[in-house]
T-cell receptor, first 114, second 114 residues
């Protein structure tokens, strides 16, 4: 256990559905991240939040919408996804986004878009 | 040119041998370097971090950093079958932003056979 939890662990959704991924960290960290991991590709950074403010949007399509209501919680709202969005979505946290010396990952949500 | 490059492997070593994993990076301004281990179907787990040139040892793991050559490596001594996993190299660089961010390599698959 890294102190970062994610729900759900598995999600199957149709292209017209709307769903949300949830992440919670119990480490007292100030920064949270969403990553996408597709087969045979490096981890891709999607969003960075520092003290609840989004500081990075790494050219992510608008069908992915993040929300960070406080420094412990992070959401990724999904709508009208495409089959190529099927991947493992990982949440991570670190003490400070200005120098993310150590990022700790949650277990991930395995997303399948049908 | 890939920002963080690793040999995807698979790297196969016998039990008890030393496994050597290598990583090169393109941004000379990179400041912090990390090795993550990822078992199949699991999320990345931080196993080593290194910030200055030289070696850093932690149990059976040794990280080596050479900033002049833009090279970081991970040695695993007395390899065990439980070390079989994908090893991800991650580099922290500002990339012109006001905050740090991690860039990951594609990962090296390590197999330790009895």
């Amino acid at each position: 256990e890294t102190g970062v939890t994610q729900t759900p662990r598995h999600l199957v959704m149709g292209m017209t559905n709307k769903k949300s991924l949830k992440c919670e960290q119990h480490l007292g960290h100030n920064a949270m991240y969403w990553y996408k991991q597709s087969a045979k590709k490096p981890l891709e950074l999607m969003f960075v939040y520092s003290l609840e403010e989004r500081v990075e949007n790494n050219s992510v399509p608008s069908r992915f919408s993040p929300e960070c209501p406080n420094s412990s919680h992070l959401f990724l709202h999904l709508h009208t996804l495409q089959p190529e969005d099927s991947a493992l979505y990982l949440c991570a946290s670190s003490q400070d986004s200005t120098d993310p010396r150590e990022q700790y990952f949650g277990p991930g949500t395995r997303l399948t878009v049908t | 040119q890939k920002e963080v490059e690793q040999n995807s492997g698979p790297l196969s070593v016998p039990e008890g041998a030393i496994a050597s994993l290598n990583c090169t990076y393109s941004d000379r301004g990179s400041q912090s370097f990390f090795w993550y281990r990822q078992y199949s179907g699991k999320s990345p787990e931080l196993i080593m971090s290194i910030y200055s040139n030289g070696d850093k040892e932690d149990g059976r793991f040794t990280a080596q950093l050479n900033k002049a050559s833009q090279y970081v490596s991970l040695l695993i001594r007395d390899s065990q079958p439980s070390d079989s996993a994908t090893y991800l190299c991650a580099v922290n660089n500002a990339g012109g932003t006001s905050y740090g961010k991690l860039t990951f390599g594609q990962g090296t698959i390590l197999t330790v056979h009895p």
